[in-house]
């Protein structure tokens, strides 16, 4: 019997336009205390695109958060057990200085304003990057970010406990400044209604099982995933801003571990970031996070000025 074709794209491709349309018919518009306390996160984004874009999203959101709560509530029925509803999970993915950070951040305050999920707690997968001495054992300090530089089997850990509803889960914490992981620091996460993962390889496929290791990944863990994507050269240049910003803010204290590229003069930082940029980060775009994109529910694609002129949304 002859295969059918697989389907081009298993997405509902929407330009900027049409997903801006949505924003009109969608509930929940922005009060001005919500608008005070988005503009009080600290990130430089626009409020209005926080409305066309992001507020959609967090509907939807909502909505697939509902409807697995109904799913939930069938098997609970069908296995005659009184089961709890556990955390709704949510992968946030996407290269280095992309902006997931920003997404993150933005989307734990939309859903967060939902009737159905007041508590939304956000973990980054930098927490679980082995400390900077045992990445030197390794040999990977020139790796980090890479999947191979994480502890994949505590992040693992981590985030099927969180979704089993265990009452207290603890996660390390790493420090941009110390670029290292911070001794005794933790994050605590309690229950919560929405956890959000943020992380450059969060949506990387499980490895083959081995011995006694089952094959199971975070992404296995997530009931929605969103990649942020842009094009390259723009998000290098946002590294290379970024980079120049810290070097006048969080560079220029005694304790990051970048201050020695403090008295830098802009030319030798510009240049000192591309090298980092095109020798770690841009490798690991290409071969461990661009080929998980197609793995995410939803696509964000950013323009050069961070507007989102895409939205692709999986409908298979
Ligand atoms: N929507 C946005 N509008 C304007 N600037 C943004 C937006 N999102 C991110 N940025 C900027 O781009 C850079 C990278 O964003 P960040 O969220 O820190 O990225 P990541 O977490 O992916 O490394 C930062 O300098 C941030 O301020
Ligand atoms: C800390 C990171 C690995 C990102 O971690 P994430 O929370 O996305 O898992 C990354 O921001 C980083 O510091 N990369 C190392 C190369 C560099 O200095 O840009």
Known sequence: ???????????????????TRLSASTPLPLTDADVDRLAGLGDPIDLAEVDAIYRPISRLLDLYIEATRGLHGASSTFLREDIEPTPFVIG????????????????????????????VELVTTDGFLYPNAELERRGLMERKGFPESYDRRALLRFVSQVKAGRAEVRAPVYDHVTYDIVPGAETVVHRPDVLIV????????ARPATGSHSSLAVSDFFDFSIYVDAREPDVRDWYVDRFLRLRATAFQRPESYFHRYADLTDEQAVARAEQIWDSINAPNLEQNILP??????LVLTKGRDHAVERVRLRKL
Request: no cysteine; hydrophobic share 40%; glycine share 4%.
């Open 292 to 297: 998980t994109r197609s793995r995410a529910t």
């Open 1 to 19: 019997m002859p295969s059918s074709p697989v389907p081009a794209t298993p997405y509902v491709d929407l330009d900027r336009e049409a997903w």
């Open 92 to 119: 946030v993915a996407g290269s280095v200085a992309v902006g997931k950070s920003t997404t993150a951040r933005l989307l734990r305050e939309l859903v967060a304003r939902w009737p159905a999920t007041p508590r």
């Open 198 to 205: 943020e992380g450059l390889n969060v949506l990387q496929p």
